[in-house]
């Protein structure tokens, strides 16, 4: 079974940077997605890339803002996010998928426990 770590939230000021982290205990899925629930919220896909990393997915909402990349060891996948808004902030989760749409939830099977960012505006 996969287990996934996602590390990098915190407290940022609107329009600053932040990069999140995803560890993933072996590599095995087919692709890694990065989602964010905030209170009240249903959860959102915000962006997926294939393992080979040749192949990448956002939200409408993220595109041109953030950029997700994966190692060459496939086990560990970055979420650069660039000039947040207050919109932004949510508990960011990383899930790895082996089929299914990216941006469907129920495609993952596996998802870490999320990391909390706090967007101050």
């Known amino acids: 079974q996969v287990q996934l770590v996602e590390s990098g939230g915190g407290l940022v000021q609107a329009g600053e940077s932040l990069r999140l982290t995803c560890k993933a205990s072996?590599?095995?899925?087919?692709?890694i997605g990065w989602f964010r629930q905030a209170p009240g919220k249903e959860r959102e896909y915000v962006a997926g890339?294939?393992?080979?990393?040749?192949?990448?997915g956002y939200g409408d909402s993220v595109k041109g803002r953030f950029t997700i990349s994966i190692d060459s060891a496939k086990t560990t996948v970055h979420l650069q996010m660039n000039r947040v808004s207050a919109a932004d902030t949510a508990k960011y989760f990383c899930?790895?998928?082996?089929?299914?749409?990216?941006?469907?939830?129920?495609?993952?099977?596996?998802w870490g426990q999320g990391t909390q960012v706090t967007v101050s505006s």
């Open positions: 899930a790895a998928g082996i089929s299914g749409r990216w941006e469907v939830p129920t495609s993952y099977p596996y």
């Open positions: 072996e590599a095995t899925s087919r692709f």
């Open positions: 890339i294939s393992e080979s990393g040749l192949t990448t």
